[in-house]
Structure formats: C-alpha cells, structure tokens
C-alpha cells in the first residue's frame, strides 16, 4: 500500500464494532462514512441514529450490551412522557437526548451535518474523521406487505416484522456528496476501503446510493474489501437474513459478493464458512469475523488490512468495477 488512511462505510451496530478496531490501530488515519438513510424528524427533534451509534462506539461510550445508545444511561425522560401520554416507541435515553437537541438546534441554525457530527467527535476525543454519507436529506423507505414504511416505523415500531418487498432511498439521486467527503477520496495516501459488515441492503447500499459515492468508489485506485455480516448463513443479529429470503436471495457469501460485486476487490467471510471461499466471484479472506471483545475487533481489523495490502500489489486483482466504466 502507498499510504496509510483507510476509509470504512457504515451502519450502525454491526459496522460500528469493526469501525472501532481500525479506530484502534489506524486513530486520525481513518475516516469514516456513515449511513444516514436512517435519520428521521421525531419529537421535534433531528436523529441519525447510525452517526450516533459510530459516535459513541468509537469514544467508548456506547452501552456494549443493548449497542445501541450510551453506557450510563438513565430513562427519565421517557417515563415522563410517557405519563404525558406522549409517543414511546422510540427509545431516548436521557444522556443521548442531549446531542439530538444540540444536533437540532445547530441544523436550524444553518449548519452542515457533516459540521455538527466532526465538532462532537472532537469533543468526544475522536481523532478519526467520522463523516455523514451525505448532508442532504436521503430517507430510506421500506416496502412492505403492509405498505410502505419510513425505516424506523419498520425497524423499531414494527420490529422488522412486515415482509420486505423492496427497499428505497428518498433523495438520494439529488444527494451530494459533502465537499469533507470528497477530500477524504481525493487525499494521497488512500490505502483502502473497507465495507463493514453492515446490513447490505438497509445500512450500505443507502450510502451507495448517492451518486458521487459510487462513482467515488468506483474511480478510487485503492483497493475495496467487504467484510460479510452473515456467519453460518445467518446474521449475527438484527434482519439482514429475513431481508435477503423475503428478497429471495440465498443468505450465503456469494449473495453478499455478488451484491457488492461491481465496487470490491474482495471480500472477507468468517473461518467456519470457509468451504464458500471456492463459490465467490471475487477474491477472498477466511479469518475469524465475530466480534465481541475489542481484541476481535482489532484482529479482524488488522487482518482485513492485510488482505487489503495483499489485493494491492496482487498482479492478477480484478477489478470489475472498471470494465463497467
Ligand atoms: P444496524 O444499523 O444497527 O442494524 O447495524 P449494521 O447494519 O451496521 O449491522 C447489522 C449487521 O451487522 C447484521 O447483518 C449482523 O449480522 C452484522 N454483525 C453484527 N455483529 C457482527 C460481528 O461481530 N461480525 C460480523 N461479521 N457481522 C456482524
């Protein structure tokens, strides 16, 4: 590899752990894009609930037992509401509360997104750069057997229950990427790309879904390596699975290949499904991919380094995106 920065594309949870182990080996030289197909207007109040969990994951303040939200957290303020009889079915802690007013007021103040998250992550002591896909509005809509659902009406109020027909991104053909996260493609020294082992279908293609991203990605000389969220032919945790057989696609790695197909170079799959590694159209990494301590966050993370390092100097690296343009 000519240089050292790393950029990852992520969601929430899933993406997030794998996000804090190349946080621990690579500090100011990584950036990260999060997903922001997930942000929603509730209370009056402006979310990005995947910017946050990367937030919070990478400063070390995220409760590692539910994922999501902050270690600590106290509920005052959804007991108080909901003795008000206000809406309860979206969680907020009373110690998160806090940066979705601070993140509002600024918004309505004029204020770039990509702005508002880089000023928390360096009072949070965050030396990467953790950067919103876009700081345009892209809405994910999830169609459904019982019709179409913003993404936190089907993710959190109807817990994934309705079958997924089809999956959309509002916005997201006039979304621009952010002046921020074209710098971070165009800097020297760009080493990889690193696809986290997000949900592909509701926290990175979103993200792939702004044009300049993918056109970004596709121009990009640096070698591009997924890391697939399913182990054993299911998800570690959260719909990806039930997603992919309502979609009716098998949940293998080769589905999640083939998925990615046109932006990787390769694709790192867990060491129990190594038998797979014969049927992907791409080239591959068999390694441990569970994470639940931070020294599995960090190993998996070095070794998707490795393998990044090894695509670049491979003579033979196809790289199909190429031939597409
Ligand atoms: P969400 O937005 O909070 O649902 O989080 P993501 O989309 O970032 O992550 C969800 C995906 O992460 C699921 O498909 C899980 O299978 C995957 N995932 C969670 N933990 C792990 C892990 O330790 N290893 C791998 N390989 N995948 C994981």
Redesign the pocket.
């Known amino acids: 590899m000519t240089g050292k920065r790393v950029i990852a594309l992520?969601?929430?949870?899933?993406?997030?752990?794998?996000a804090r182990g190349l946080y621990e080996l690579l500090g100011l030289d990584l950036t990260v894009i999060v997903?922001t197909g997930?942000d929603f207007e509730h209370l009056g109040l402006m979310i990005s609930?995947?910017v946050d969990?990367v937030l919070y994951t990478l400063a070390d303040l995220n409760d590692p037992e539910r994922?999501?939200g902050r270690a600590g957290e106290t509920w005052n303020f959804m007991a108080s509401l909901a003795q008000v009889g206000g809406e309860t079915w979206f969680q907020l802690g009373d110690r998160d509360l806090a940066l979705h007013v601070e993140r509002t007021r600024r918004l309505q103040e004029g204020q770039s997104l990509t702005r508002i998250v880089h000023d928390v992550a360096r009072r949070f002591g965050i030396s990467a750069e953790v950067l919103p896909m876009s700081d345009d509005p892209v809405r994910t809509i999830v169609a459904t057997d019982a019709g179409p659902l913003p993404f936190q009406r089907y993710?959190v109020r109807s817990r994934c229950v309705p079958v997924v027909r089809a999956i959309t991104f509002e916005g997201a053909d006039a979304a621009r990427a952010s002046p921020e996260l074209r710098a971070a493609f165009k800097q020297p020294g760009l080493a990889a790309i690193v696809i986290?082992?997000?949900?592909?279908y509701?926290?990175?293609d979103p993200i792939l879904a702004v044009p300049e991203m993918r056109e970004l990605l596709q121009e990009t000389e640096a070698p591009v390596v997924a890391?697939?969220?399913?182990?054993g032919g299911?998800?570690?945790?959260?719909?990806?699975?039930k997603i992919m057989a309502e979609l009716n696609i098998q949940a293998t790695n080769a589905s999640i290949a083939r998925h990615y197909m046109e932006i990787i170079d390769g694709l790192?799959i867990?060491s129990g499904d190594g038998s797979e590694a014969a049927s992907l159209p791409v080239a591959s990494l068999t390694t441990a991919?569970?994470?639940?301590s931070l020294d599995?966050?960090v190993t998996?993370a070095r070794d998707v380094l490795d393998f990044a390092r090894e695509l670049a100097s491979s003579p033979q690296r196809v790289r199909p995106r190429y031939s597409a343009g």
């Open positions: 992520c969601g929430g949870i899933g993406g997030a752990k794998l997903n997930d609930p995947d969990t994922g999501w993710f986290c082992p997000s949900n592909p509701l926290s990175v890391v697939s969220p399913i182990i299911a998800a570690v945790k959260g719909p990806t699975t790192v867990d991919t569970l994470m639940n599995d966050r998996l």
